[in-house]
């Protein structure tokens, strides 16, 4: 999973902000570095821990740097090999997506190299030689990144639990009505005044005293040519397919969730589908046999042949993770599933380090309620605007009368 942070012109010494880095290691276990550099002559800090997936070779530790950048890394770059190709260079000393972004940037810049990515990323690049600090966060906020400008001391992390307290003494009450209203607080906001979330497809430039953000995607919003229904499924079947190829990328054992649905059916049906081994699946279940989906995820197991691991958990597994939420979760979290997807993961660490899940379908797919609900909303919306229009002068003149 990996963490990355970084502190600019901070009170903090050394050792202080090492310790903050540590806060964030259960993110990434394997190897946690902190390194100080010149920006404008004052101190630069930042901080990796990392979670080896792709070339476990300590070489490919961060803070990753050359004679030009800096950088810290959170995610993975699906299409790095390929992109590769692009360069006129070839003197590489590992096969890690680090070093191919490193020497992107060098070659193509910022904004180029971030529409060449396909992947799921929190960057930090220092450019110690222009004296530019900038932050991206992938195209639809995978990874988390949050980021903070006060009394000239800038700071981002992974987690909030990055931020030292006095960077985190007001609440904001504008976050909690909007937890209460929506069960999370969206776009650039935190649960704090003055930490932002970057928001999904931008990125930030900082040259020490200005801070400039630009958004470097947007949501296609053509027209799609409609094809006949068989051409549909074909092409969706594609790029699904190839969706999950681009994820098996790992020098470490893939799994899969597995909870019985049509999007984790799907992605573990193709994954066994396009797999040279058996690939391992994990799903839980609850006591309640009401709410209790492993039944199907077991089905479905048996009829991919992947191995199947199972974990039925109750009650008292419920209230052990219970003095865990508040370290993991640094703000109040409206999801209900965090808690057996806490559950999930842990039982899952125990055979593999990377698992594919169903995330995600639902929102491209519309396999929600509400999205049937606006449909018809929008429909109502109409007609009645139409009415108001259509008894609008009616209106407007008993409005005189009345007068």
């Not at 903050?20 to 630069?44: I, V």
């Not at 639809?140 to 800038?154: N, R």
Request: one cysteine or more; hydrophobic letters at 40%.
């Amino acid at each position: 999973m990996c963490s990355i942070l970084g502190y600019y012109n901070s009170k903090q010494t050394f050792a202080e902000v090492e310790k903050l880095n540590k806060t964030l290691s259960h993110r990434g276990p394997d190897n946690s570095t902190l390194r100080e550099y010149k920006f404008n002559n004052k101190k630069l800090f930042l901080g990796h821990n990392r979670l080896s997936i792709q070339d476990l070779n300590p070489l490919a530790n961060q803070p990753m740097e050359t004679d030009r950048f800096a950088i810290v890394f959170n995610g993975e770059i699906y299409n790095h090999l390929k992109l590769r190709k692009k360069c006129n260079f070839s003197a590489w000393k590992t096969h890690s997506d680090t070093e191919t972004l490193l020497i992107l940037f060098e070659e193509f810049g910022v904004e180029k190299t971030l529409n060449f990515l396909i992947g799921m990323f929190a960057i930090a690049l220092f450019d110690k030689v222009n004296n530019e600090l900038y932050l991206m966060r992938d195209r639809v906020g995978i990874k988390p990144l949050y980021w903070t400008y006060q009394k000239g001391e800038f700071a981002f992390a992974s987690e909030l639990k990055g931020f030292a307290s006095y960077l985190k003494e007001h609440t904001s009450n504008k976050a909690l009505i909007q937890f209460m209203s929506f069960g999370y607080t969206p776009a650039s906001g935190s649960f704090f005044e003055n930490i932002h979330k970057l928001e999904a497809g931008h990125y930030i430039k900082f040259d020490g005293c200005v801070l400039y953000k630009r958004r470097y995607w947007h949501l296609p919003r053509g027209k799609i040519e409609v094809k006949n229904y068989e051409d549909i499924v074909e092409e969706a079947d594609r790029l699904i397919t190839s969706s999950i190829k681009y994820r098996l990328l790992s020098d470490l054992e893939v799994g899969s969730f597995l909870s019985g649905g049509v999007d984790s059916s799907l992605v573990s049906a193709i994954m066994q589908m396009i797999s040279h081994k058996t690939i391992k699946t994990f799903t839980i279940g609850f006591e309640e046999k009401g709410y209790n989906e492993a039944v199907f995820a077991k089905e479905l197991a048996k009829y991919i042949g992947s191995n199947h691991y199972e974990y039925i958990f109750g009650v008292e597994d419920v209230l052990a993770l219970m003095d865990d939420m508040d370290r993991y979760y640094d703000e109040p979290f409206g999801d209900a599933s965090a808690l057996p997807t806490m559950l999930l993961s842990k039982f899952t660490k125990e055979h593999v380090t990377v698992a594919l899940s169903g995330d995600g379908g639902d929102e491209l797919f519309l396999g929600y309620d509400r999205y049937f609900f606006v449909y018809k909303y929008t429909i109502f919306s109409k007609n009645f605007l139409n009415s108001v229009e259509i008894f609008s002068p009616f209106y407007a003149k008993y409005q005189i009368m009345t007068n």
